[in-house]
């Protein structure tokens, strides 16, 4: 009942900067947190960034001072900046936005199809 549409990623030079966007649609009441998670060859997915509906922002310490989340609650959408990229951030990033229905006023928590960021020279 809620569809993640997720766009940006790509190849991009050490050193070099994405942004992926994140947009939430279907039935939905509210949207609490959205968030960015990433998955690298033989290893488990992990955190990236997370932010609230009101705007509290958590990082993974690997990221900190070089990616930016954002979100605009009009578009239900949410950003993440990516600066300074290093070949260690290469991996699937996906995102994850979880809130309430519309048609139920439960809760969901949506996971995005992802996207392949990858940083070499």
């Known amino acids: 009942q809620v569809q993640l549409v997720v766009s940006g990623g790509g190849l991009v030079q050490p050193g070099g900067s994405l942004r992926l966007s994140c947009a939430a649609s279907?039935?939905?009441?509210?949207?609490?947190?959205m968030g960015w998670y990433r998955q690298a060859p033989g290893n488990q997915r992990e955190h990236v960034a997370t932010?609230?509906?009101?705007?509290?922002?958590n990082y993974a310490d690997s990221v900190k001072g070089r990616f930016t989340i954002s979100r605009d609650n009009a578009k239900n959408t949410v950003y993440l900046q990516m600066n300074s990229l290093k070949p260690e951030d290469t991996a699937y990033y996906v995102c994850?936005?979880?809130?309430?229905?519309?048609?139920?006023?439960?809760?969901?928590?949506?996971w995005g199809q992802g996207t392949q960021v990858t940083v070499s020279s």
């Open positions: 932010i609230t509906s009101g705007g509290t922002t």
């Open positions: 279907g039935s939905i009441f509210s949207i609490n947190v």
């Open positions: 994850n936005v979880g809130g309430i229905l519309s048609s139920t006023l439960r809760r969901f928590d949506s």
